[in-house]
């Protein structure tokens, strides 16, 4: 008798919902939280240089932190959301049709192997409890690439733990995350074929930092400085990172 193949399953996560909030959103808003954006834009359209007009899956991109730029670039663009609220900061997009929505289980997502050029996700690995999982299902469906982001343990974020109750004394909607290596993530997705490609460390100084000193300017500029110096290179957090298919 033959005995039955028991399929792994894996519970609900879904952090997208807080980040996909208007609540949330407000970390990113005025001059400075457009600054943030405008660097995380910039890292991904130069990473995405290579695949002009590609289809591109953004998992957990409820945020809308990149949904203007990946349209007006010209790309395919699906958003996946774990519920359907996720989809209301993005609605005048989807309502014009100029990129689609859907949701589901963001461990267990609803399409075939390849079925993306790009698998794009910011603002969620770190807030997933099976990484591992997800990483899994990110290689499963991109079919030329995965580019992602995550908070770096080589950082001052290593002392996150220890000062997260001032953290979120000076910015109020913070929340705990998980730390990540490059050797880590790496591992990770070569279990699944891919191979890393490149990385962008986007700040040197901890972005509450920059929030407090509120100019643009001012954070730009010791940024260029800290970049120049080889400093952010080795050291910025959150990392952008690229891994192509082997």
């Not at 943030?36 to 990473?47: D, P, R, S």
């Not at 663009?77 to 289980?105: M, W």
């Not at 509120?214 to 120049?228: F, L, M, N, Q, T």
Request: proline share 6%; hydrophobic share 35%.
């Amino acid at each position: 008798m033959t005995e039955a193949v028991q399929t792994p399953t894996y519970y609900l996560e879904t952090p997208d919902i807080e980040t996909s909030s208007d609540d949330y959103a407000t970390r990113f808003a005025g001059k400075v939280g457009e600054w943030f954006l405008k660097v995380q834009e910039k890292a991904t359209l130069k990473m995405l240089k290579p695949y002009p007009g590609a289809s591109i899956l953004d998992v957990g991109g409820g945020h809308g932190q990149t949904t203007k730029a990946l349209i007006d670039a010209g790309y395919d663009l699906t958003v996946f959301g774990s519920d359907p609220v996720c989809k209301e900061r993005i609605a005048q997009y989807v309502d014009k049709g100029q990129c689609k929505f859907e949701a589901g289980n963001l461990l267990d997502l609803p399409y075939p192997d390849n079925a993306f050029d790009i698998v794009l996700s910011y603002r969620l690995l770190p807030h997933i409890e099976q990484w591992q999982r997800l990483i899994e299902e990110f290689s499963r469906v991109a079919r030329k690439a995965v580019i992602l982001d995550y908070p770096e343990k080589r950082s001052v974020n290593v002392i996150a733990p220890q000062l997260f109750k001032m953290k979120k004394q000076m910015e109020g909607n913070t929340r705990p995350f998980t730390l990540f290596s490059r050797a880590e993530v790496t591992e990770q997705f070569n279990q699944h074929g891919y191979q890393f490609k490149d990385a962008y460390g986007e700040f040197f100084l901890p972005m509450v930092l920059h929030r407090k000193l509120k100019s643009p300017g001012i954070s730009s500029a010791a940024e260029d400085v800290c970049r120049a110096l080889g400093l952010t290179g080795l050291f910025g957090s959150p990392v952008v990172v690229k891994y192509i298919r082997g």
